[in-house]
């Protein structure tokens, strides 16, 4: 029973292991030392995580499964070795994200796969036009925001998240000389936050949110097929960008044959829905975005970093108190 409860966690409660402080050291000790220096003690520090962290592989175990089953791709299968390579891809990835924080990480850096134009636009808001929507994912490098506000020459991005260490991290990007991303504590939809977000859309400004991880204290959430077999994902971004009227665009950054590859797409060019049909409608929009993620994990299957329980059991529903005598 432990163990189930375990399992079935939700993911605020894996607690931050580190802090400010700890920020700050191993940003000096790369700075100081260089990763290639620094590797072996990574090295070490992954290697205890791995060994102490149960559920943490059991879960990657769990998704490595589904998507060599999902694909049809045997050599996906999980094995040790592949639990403990998708660890050091997520250690690696933090180091990067110290790159990214320290402006190392540049526009000439990284490939921009764009189809649909939606670095034009973000250019094209700095002259008047309309704020629009991206919608991240914890597949890949998430601090990619950062190399976004550089591509689209100091766009104003406002980063929506849904932890309490909000005001470290915008210290450490302030520390770090980066002015041009803010991250933004959103614990509910109300109609002050509303009202703030598409007045900063007005602005010129753009809106950045995870479309991957369901807050704790949100009961809106929506369970579709997701490497297939059902997974809960949030409703939020969707109704937001239903209610602000606003385009959505689909933004991942993966780590392929050791170079960045930034994936831009036109999700939905207006969120609306008829007037009964919300549910609905935001219902397959997240279906679509699940199929998306889907593909995207096969081209980068060692960097998918939700190490919780993803995939957790639906909640039967309450039983209604027995109303006759016994």
């Known amino acids: 029973m432990n163990e189930q409860i ?41 290697l205890y995580f791995f060994v102490s962290a149960r559920s943490a592989r059991r879960n990657i175990g769990q998704y490595q499964t589904y998507l060599a089953a999902w694909s049809d791709h045997a050599a996906l299968r999980p094995t040790p070795g592949s639990v403990f390579e998708q660890f050091m891809a997520f250690a690696d990835n933090l180091l990067d994200r110290l790159d990214v924080w320290r402006g190392r990480l540049r526009f000439e850096q990284v490939q921009l796969i764009d189809p649909t134009g939606v670095r034009a636009r973000l250019l094209r808001s700095q002259h008047g036009a309309r704020g629009e929507m991206l919608v991240v994912t914890h597949l890949g490098n998430p601090d990619v925001c950062r190399a976004m506000a550089e ?28 002015r041009s991303m803010r991250l933004i504590q959103v ?22 949110i995870a479309g991957d991880r369901v807050p704790l204290h949100d009961a809106r959430r929506v369970t579709v ?30 780590k392929v044959e050791g170079h960045y590859r930034i994936y831009l797409d036109t999700f ?44 957790q059991p639906v909640e039967p529903p309450a039983k209604k108190e027995a109303t006759h005598a016994h």
């Open 187 to 208: 614990s509910e939809l109300d109609t002050a936050m509303m009202m703030d977000l598409s007045q900063r859309m007005e602005r010129g400004e753009w809106l950045a």
């Open 6 to 46: 375990a399992q079935e966690r939700h993911w605020s409660a894996y607690k931050e292991r580190g802090s400010l402080f700890l920020m700050r050291l191993t940003a000096f000790s790369v700075r100081v030392f260089g990763r290639r220096l620094l590797a072996p003690v990574l090295y070490l520090i992954v």
């Open 268 to 311: 939905l060019a207006s969120a609306r829905w008829e007037r009964g049909q919300r549910d609905e409608a935001i219902r397959g929009w997240v279906q679509r975005y699940a199929d998306h993620l889907s593909a995207q994990c096969l081209i980068a299957p060692r960097q998918w970093f939700n190490f919780y329980a993803y995939w």
């Open 151 to 178: 591509l689209s020459e100091r766009v104003p991005l406002n980063v929506l998240v849904h932890n309490r260490h909000v005001a470290q991290f915008n210290r450490l990007l302030g520390e770090a000389g980066d």
């Open 225 to 254: 097929d997701f490497l297939g077999h059902p997974a809960a994902f949030p409703q939020g971004p969707w109704l937001m960008a239903g209610l602000l009227r606003c385009p959505v665009n689909l933004l991942c950054c993966l």
